[in-house]
């Protein structure tokens, strides 16, 4: 299963009411939307579907999948409310825990000369978690501190 398509149907089992709901938020019957999800006959699903479906499920599942396609990662940034710098030095602190951490699984994996499935799966969520986290910093620091523009 491509990453795309298989972001349609977790998006579609996210759904409060699963694939039906899906079907009837998007105003087409339930086999319309299994034929596009599938790609039956050339149906497909367009960006802008995609994009709805993923509101209505309240995931990132296609954002992240089109990331995916395109050699990247997703990242979604927080939504900033009351925050001030005291918080981003706090997330600054967590940010080096976050790197240290991924130093000490990195020493580990690497110590025989061989990173196994279960070590690289391991240093890939410590190397999201932690570009995530230089994100949300950078993301907050412009939100407090940057003037918007007129």
């Given at each position: 299963?491509?990453?795309?398509?298989?972001?349609?149907?977790?998006?579609?089992?996210?759904?409060?009411?699963g694939?039906?709901?899906?079907?009837?938020?998007?105003?087409?019957?339930?086999t319309?939307?299994?034929?596009?999800?599938?790609g039956?006959?050339?149906?497909?699903?367009?960006?802008?579907?995609?994009?709805?479906?993923?509101?209505?499920s309240g995931?990132?599942?296609?954002?992240?999948?089109?990331?995916?396609?395109?050699?990247?990662?997703?990242?979604?940034?927080?939504?900033?409310?009351?925050?001030?710098?005291?918080?981003?030095?706090?997330?600054?602190?967590?940010?080096?825990e976050?790197?240290?951490?991924?130093?000490?699984?990195?020493?580990?994996?690497?110590?025989?000369d061989?990173?196994?499935?279960?070590?690289?799966?391991?240093?890939g969520?410590?190397?999201?978690?932690?570009?995530?986290?230089?994100?949300?910093?950078?993301?907050?620091?412009?939100?407090?501190?940057?003037?918007?523009?007129?």
């Open positions: 299963m491509d990453s795309i398509r298989g972001s349609y149907q977790m998006m579609c089992c996210a759904t409060n009411g694939w039906s709901a899906m079907a009837a938020s998007q105003g087409i019957s339930l319309a939307l299994q034929n596009r999800v599938y039956r006959k050339g149906q497909e699903i367009t960006v802008s579907r995609a994009m709805a479906m993923q509101a209505i995931t990132t599942y296609f954002a992240e999948a089109v990331a995916h396609e395109s050699g990247g990662l997703f990242i979604k940034l927080p939504t900033v409310g009351d925050l001030s710098a005291e918080d981003i030095q706090e997330q600054f602190i967590e940010m080096l976050k790197a240290g951490e991924f130093a000490a699984e990195w020493r580990r994996a690497t110590a025989d061989e990173v196994c499935k279960r070590e690289k799966r391991q240093l969520h410590l190397a999201t978690d932690l570009c995530q986290q230089v994100q949300e910093i950078l993301h907050t620091t412009f939100t407090i501190f940057c003037k918007q523009d007129a």
